[in-house]
């Protein structure tokens, strides 16, 4: 049975999760990161010397980095399901995973940590405007992508959809500047119909602020 490490609240621990329950693999999962701690225990650093979650245990292979892991749960697990076997389908998950890393993943994490995760007192409110910016045109670049396509790796739902569909479905609940994506968000809407995707994400409420993310955690544990 896999274990997960990683309280349900960590977009990067939800990208795994909703991995595990499209591939309908069994799993455990301990809170740990937040307000549950246990992140820089030293059993847990010898898991992942980061002190960051998720990490998981499947056998023998023990590992950190989120989007590593749908890799390498989806290599293990989901051949012909979350991972395309032709070469190009592949080739665009991937492109689109690491996008998602570099390109999206920053600028939402300036917007969040920034109103969401601090107190009003200690928002940096340059950091946001940057970040809203950077945003925009990123989803552009994706939006302009799903104008051709119906999913990421091009006619399948695959692992690119579940790194990028977590982490939009973070931003558009952020109370910030979007851009004008039509197609992403009709793609989005199609992700929100998978039950996977509401067990390992949406079944988390959005917070507003740090005392709603705060009562979240806990009633969500
Ligand atoms: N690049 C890493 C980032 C992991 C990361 O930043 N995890 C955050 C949660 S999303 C964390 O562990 N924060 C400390 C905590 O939860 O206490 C990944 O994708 O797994």
């Known amino acids: 049975m896999i274990t997960v490490w990683g309280r349900r609240n960590s977009v990067n621990v939800q990208k795994v999760l909703w991995t595990l329950e499209e591939l309908d693999v069994p799993y455990t999962r301990e809170n740990i990161g937040g307000s549950f701690g246990g992140n820089r225990d030293p059993d847990f650093l010898a898991m992942n010397p980061m002190g960051l979650v998720p990490v998981i245990r499947d056998g023998d292979v023990t590992m950190f980095e989120s989007n590593a892991i749908v890799r390498y749960l989806t290599a293990r697990y989901g051949a012909g399901l979350l991972r395309p076997q032709d070469h190009r389908g592949l080739a665009m998950a991937e492109q689109w995973m690491e996008w998602q890393q570099q390109a999206f993943s920053p600028a939402v994490a300036a917007i969040f940590m920034n109103t969401v995760r601090s107190a009003p007192e200690n928002r940096n409110a340059a950091a946001v405007a940057t970040g809203e910016k950077q945003a925009a045109e990123a989803l552009r670049i994706a939006d302009s992508w799903l104008a051709r396509h ?72």
């Open 150 to 221: 119906d999913w990421f790796a091009g006619s399948a739902f695959s692992f690119g959809d579940i790194v990028m569909g977590a982490l939009l479905w973070r931003f558009m609940g952020l109370d910030c500047a979007k851009p004008d994506t039509p197609h992403l968000l009709e793609w989005l809407e199609s992700i929100e119909a998978r039950e996977p995707f509401r067990r390992a994400v949406t079944a988390v409420p959005r917070a507003k602020n740090l005392a709603d993310w705060n009562r979240i955690e806990k009633e969500t544990a």
